[in-house]
């Protein structure tokens, strides 16, 4: 029941509805001070969340960096969380624009800073078929030779939640011990250590996929960005889904 509303809430939480809402109010409403007022709410709405300085200032606060490696040695798996592959035709995957999850999990494994990497992801779609993310993922894996003793397969997960607690269950089935490496995009990491620690695994983390800038001070950052739109949109599930978990 959880995954469905959360789904259905996706649409009201994102700035660009609420823009759209205020500025049709504006036109329809004849009241000259109401529409006055949803214009100027919608303008500045659509000011503040396209533009990229504030963007990259609060995203630079929220992601959560990398925990150093040890040195020497090397931990017993990369947990990598899934999302960065989609379903194509005839029910076969392709890498999309999170594809960094994979490629430094697969880093972490083929250079030895771990023995098995673990992809944790089912069909996290509200409507989909029978395509499995983690067991596309795991045909590319065998591709580049990595050998099947060294890949875990979790594939009934729908979200981060799911994620942890179906991984923890593998995991203590191949008696893998702990701490495990958690791979995930940076905006993700904070919501999701959040999760894998009261699910009670420890985790590492190892964030990668980084969609903010520098947050650097020049006249590109103060010119309206359209694609500020998606970028906020991201960070903006991630906030609300890491206050519900907290009180979760």
């Not at 959880?2 to 205020?22: D, Y």
């Amino acid at each position: 029941m959880f995954f469905f509303l959360s789904k259905i809430l996706e649409f009201f939480i994102f700035p660009l509805p609420w823009i759209l809402a205020f500025s049709i109010a504006a036109l329809v409403v004849k009241n000259h001070k109401l529409k006055r007022r949803f214009l100027i709410i919608a303008t500045v709405l659509l000011i503040l969340f396209t533009n990229p300085f504030l963007f990259n200032r609060f995203a630079n606060m929220w992601d959560v960096q990398s925990a150093p490696l040890k040195k020497t040695g090397s931990y017993s798996c990369a947990i990598v969380l899934g999302g960065f592959s989609s379903e194509g035709r005839n029910k076969m995957g392709f890498f999309n624009a999170n594809a960094d999850r994979f490629i430094q999990g697969f880093k972490l494994l083929t250079i030895g800073k771990v023995s098995h990497i673990l992809i944790s992801s089912g069909n996290g779609n509200l409507i989909h078929d029978s395509f499995k993310e983690s067991d596309w993922v795991k045909t590319q894996l065998l591709e580049f030779k990595v050998p099947d003793s060294c890949i875990l397969i979790e594939n009934q997960s729908r979200n981060t939640i799911e994620n942890a607690v179906f991984s923890k269950v593998i995991l203590n089935n191949s008696h893998l011990k702990p701490p495990y490496v958690l791979v995930t995009s940076a905006y993700h990491m904070r919501r999701s250590l959040g999760i894998f620690k009261k699910a009670g695994i420890d985790v590492l983390p190892y964030s990668c996929n980084y969609i903010a800038g520098p947050g650097n001070v020049s006249v590109n950052n103060f010119i309206p960005d359209v694609e500020i739109f998606s970028r906020w949109t991201i960070y903006i599930k991630e906030v609300i889904g890491t206050v519900v978990n907290y009180f979760r």
